[in-house]
């Protein structure tokens, strides 16, 4: 069975929300499973605030995790144009694995979610590849052969599925949001099993 690690933070749900979309993707191709785990806050002196496992929802990710994926989904709100200090902590951890080459040649690919229109969910995208390239991965977006990625009206790029909550997160996905999401799992999941020859 191929492991695709769809790992997240999500501050107002809109991420995890869609990480649940992707994994839907993910787990449609027989063979091929999705993994789902966040990170914990950090604090402003950028340590994380907690450490032990949440009583609800999916647990945190331990590097053993990335090491072991056979593929990488990473989702994150946009901070002024880059992903969350959180999730960006997590990945700066990573220095062993990028030393030994752990994630050289593994698929990844990212989405994001902003509260505003033009909120830097296309900037967000692109800065979140770049630690992706230093780990060596193959990076995978989402193909104009998706219809909802040509008629969407909120979010969806081809650098990787996106969601525009507006100003008060109260928008949910939209049914097109929702459609790039599960596009964005599947896809990585075919490529997974295709580069393992299975």
């Known amino acids: 069975m191929q492991e695709i690690l769809v790992l997240y933070y999500s501050k107002n749900g809109s991420i995890k929300?869609?990480?649940?979309?992707?994994?839907?993707?993910?787990?449609?191709?027989?063979?091929?499973?999705?993994?789902?785990?966040?990170?914990?806050?950090?604090?402003?002196?950028?340590?994380?605030?907690?450490?032990?496992?949440?009583?609800?929802?999916?647990?945190?990710?331990?590097?053993s995790d990335l090491e072991n994926c056979d593929g990488l989904i990473l989702?994150?709100?946009?901070?002024?144009?880059?992903?969350?200090?959180?999730?960006?902590?997590?990945?700066?951890?990573?220095?062993?694995?990028?030393?030994?080459?752990?994630?050289e040649n593994k698929p990844a690919s990212v989405f994001?979610?902003?509260?505003?229109?033009?909120?830097?969910?296309?900037?967000?995208?692109l800065s979140m590849?770049?630690?992706?390239?230093?780990?060596?991965?193959?990076?995978v977006g989402v193909p104009y052969s998706v219809p909802s990625l040509s008629k969407t009206l909120s979010g969806g790029t081809p650098y990787g599925a996106s969601h525009v909550s507006g100003e008060n997160h109260q928008n949910s996905i939209t049914d097109d949001e929702k459609k790039i999401?599960?596009?964005?799992?599947?896809?990585?999941?075919?490529?997974?099993k295709k580069l393992s020859g299975s």
């Open 181 to 192: 999401c599960f596009a964005q799992g599947e896809r990585m999941a075919l490529i997974v």
């Open 17 to 63: 929300e869609m990480a649940k979309n992707i994994a839907r993707g993910v787990n449609s191709i027989d063979g091929v499973n999705a993994n789902l785990r966040t990170v914990p806050k950090v604090s402003k002196k950028t340590e994380a605030t907690e450490n032990t496992i949440p009583n609800q929802g999916d647990i945190y990710a331990n590097l």
């Open 129 to 139: 590849q770049l630690p992706l390239l230093h780990l060596g991965m193959i990076l």
């Open 112 to 125: 994001t979610a902003s509260g505003s229109m033009h909120g830097g969910n296309e900037a967000t995208l």
């Open 75 to 103: 989702g994150s709100p946009t901070q002024f144009g880059n992903m969350s200090a959180s999730l960006k902590f997590f990945l700066e951890s990573a220095s062993p694995l990028w030393l030994n080459g752990s994630l």
